[in-house]
């Protein structure tokens, strides 16, 4: 049995995550502004909307970043930048933390810029959404498992694992990546998408903790540095080909390794890179990056005539458990004062503190933020999220090839295609040039 709803046009928007409710919400708003009142439906195979929201920040929601410079912030999407500056122009940072603020979610931005609702709680952001929907009585289908979905004619089939079907004239697919998969986020609209003509690029994990094959890092679970430069050579078939990518932030070392905002955006460089016990990967961090080699040499040589008696690892300005795990990897007696040091040690240390090696051979399965990779967005119109190849479907969110550094920066792209794919299908009819 197919299930036609009377009424005019229909729009189904599958997946209620962040872009899902993003674009239901600026669909029912774009509907006021327009002449016809489509009936909207919001699908989610959960029994509650936002799952990943509520989970997003640690529980805390970092809804999206507190710079303001377009360009700048296309810049943190390793893919996908360019093609979201269209979405980004109409609503950006400071237009999203504002959608929030006149929603009832009162904002703040954090010293690194990430902005936070003041109630640090995810839980606000999810109540804004259920309040537009309750007062522009959207039809919120939880539980709808989508299995397929058909184009008929000028309309599209949606069928359900555990509903009867539901036809419609647009489809905005919203179904998120197959990062967090217990979150109801497991790549089915890859499946849709192609099925729709769509290409689906490669897909790999992004925004990961690394596993060192040194144990020692394991050692020092919990310390932190606020900054050092990580850097990394992408392995390829031909060696002239090899392709260094760095990035400079905080890190922070783990019982497994290394993570912290510096580790998670050198993981999305490397995304697409196999790296484990078989294919080991180098990362070199640098601990002062702010001092040149030779800088460094001067300001330590200087630090231990001022203080010959001072212990050697006391003088490295590091946490004291860095200094002493790295008197023990490089052979130093941690017990030797300055004045005890050896030219070669130093020299060895120096050389260790711009260049700390670790060998990468892996990431922890799951633990990843976000899919690197996705709908291929040559395919969609970055004006209208409007697929070029099936007039009346739609696309936002991490389904698409987007994906950003942390820092609010996945929420925000979310946001942006979500009110645009929404507004799109809301006021314009299916397949116009934009
Ligand atoms: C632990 C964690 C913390 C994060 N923290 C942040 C942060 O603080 N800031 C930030 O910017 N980003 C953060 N991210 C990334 C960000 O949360 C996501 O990029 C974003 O939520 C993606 O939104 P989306 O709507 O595209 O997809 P999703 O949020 O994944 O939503 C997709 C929805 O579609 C539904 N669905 C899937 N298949 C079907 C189907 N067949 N039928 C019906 N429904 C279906 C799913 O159940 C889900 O509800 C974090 C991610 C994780 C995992």
């Known amino acids: 049995m197919v299930v036609v709803y009377s009424g005019l046009m229909k729009i189904a928007i599958i997946g209620g995550g962040a872009a899902g409710m993003m674009a239901t919400a600026c669909a029912a708003c774009g509907i006021k502004r327009a002449e016809v009142s489509p009936e909207i439906f919001l699908i989610e195979k959960n029994t509650a909307l936002g799952q990943k929201v509520l989970i997003s920040g640690g529980g805390r929601c970092n809804v999206t970043t507190g710079f303001s410079d ?44 990430r902005v936070f609702p ?89 925004l990961n903790s690394f596993i060192t094959q040194e144990k020692w890092p394991h050692t020092l679970a919990g ?49 697409f890179e196999t790296y484990d016990p ?22 330590l040589e200087k630090e231990m005539k001022q203080n010959p008696k001072k212990l050697f690892r006391n003088t490295l300005n590091l946490p004291k458990s860095l200094a002493l795990e790295l008197c023990v990897q490089f052979q130093i007696d941690s017990e030797k004062t300055n004045n005890e040091l050896s030219k070669k040690e130093f020299t060895k240390i120096v050389e260790k503190l711009k260049n700390l090696p670790f060998t990468l051979i892996g990431r922890a399965a799951g633990d990843e933020f976000v899919t690197a990779g996705g709908v291929e967005l040559s395919e969609i119109d970055p004006k209208t999220l409007e697929s070029k190849l099936c007039p009346g479907l739609y696309f936002a969110g991490e389904i698409l090839n987007i994906d950003g550094f942390t820092g609010g920066y996945n929420l925000q792209a979310a946001w942006c295609t979500g009110r645009r794919a929404g507004l799109s299908a809301s006021t314009r009819p299916s397949g116009t040039k934009s």
């Open 70 to 113: 377009l360009r700048l912030i296309a810049d943190r999407y390793p893919r996908g930048g360019k093609f979201l500056l269209s979405s980004l122009h109409d609503f950006p940072p400071d237009a999203v933390k504002k959608w929030f603020e006149d929603h009832g979610v009162p904002l703040k931005t954090e010293a690194d810029l």
């Open 118 to 206: 003041k109630s640090d709680s995810g839980k606000d952001v999810l109540a804004a959404f259920e309040h537009v929907f309750k007062e522009n009585s959207t039809q919120v289908l939880l539980g709808y498992d989508v299995a397929q979905v058909n184009k008929v004619g000028r309309s599209f089939q949606i069928h359900f694992k555990n509903h009867p079907p539901l036809t419609v004239d647009k489809v905005i697919l919203t179904t998120g990546g197959q990062a967090y998969r217990h979150t109801g986020s497991t790549g089915d609209g890859y499946t849709f998408a192609e099925s729709l003509g769509h290409t689906v690029t490669k897909l790999a994990p992004s």
């Open 223 to 271: 310390v932190s540095l606020p900054m050092v430069t990580l850097k990394v050579r992408k392995r390829s078939l031909r060696p002239t080909e090899k392709k260094k990518f760095e990035y400079s932030g905080p890190i922070l070392f783990t019982h497994r390794g290394l993570t912290g905002p510096a580790v998670f955006a050198l993981s999305s460089f490397i995304a």
């Open 278 to 299: 078989q294919h080991p990967l180098t990362l070199t961090v640098d601990l002062f990056p702010n001092l040149p080699h030779a800088e460094l040499e001067r300001e």
